[in-house]
């Protein structure tokens, strides 16, 4: 078991770092996106990228401690809200929704790393890479909000 978190509840460190993380991510990538808005698609790609990984492995580490833990109820077993539906099912929303959002979040990017190089920036992909974005900045948008109700009941309440 991880040591107990920072921000006084009782989630553990992890969970912390993992909460805090799904919080900024979504003005972490506006602040990317405006250098794309600016014409710096390498500095937009960068940005993009490293968030990108930078989120798989603390969800790879967060999976690891949930596991080891005994399981998403075990961690918030200490809730008013352990059990109930209300917990499980803001659970699982916010679970799909960001499978969702990290996949087809990988698939942008991938298929966006194989255009950078291309002179015709943002071309004929430009429009799709903007629409797919926006859904994409939706799903961290929506990530961001269910976290804080599911830390709040699970981990404050």
Do not use: C
Not at 31 to 37: E, L, P, T
Not at 129 to 148: C, M, Q, T
Request: hydrophobic share 55%; glycine share 12%.
């Amino acid at each position: 078991m991880l040591p107990k978190g920072f921000l006084g509840t009782r989630a553990d460190v992890l969970m912390d770092v993992v909460f805090v993380a799904t919080l900024l991510t979504p003005f972490i990538v506006a602040w990317g996106v405006r250098f794309a808005s600016k014409g710096d698609f390498r500095r937009h790609r960068a940005v993009q990228t490293t968030l990108l990984v930078v989120l798989l492995v603390a969800v790879l580490l967060f999976e690891v401690d949930v596991r080891l833990s005994g399981g998403s109820g075990s961690l918030m077993k200490g809730s008013s809200y352990a059990g109930t539906g209300w917990l499980r099912g803001i659970t699982l929303a916010h679970v799909l929704a960001n499978v969702v959002t990290f996949f087809t979040w990988l698939w942008l990017v991938v298929k966006s790393w194989k255009r950078l190089g291309t002179p015709e920036l943002p071309g004929s992909f430009g429009g799709t890479h903007k629409r797919v974005g926006r859904f994409v900045f939706g799903g961290l948008v929506f990530g961001a909000v269910s976290a804080v109700v599911m830390y709040v009941l699970g981990f404050v309440l």
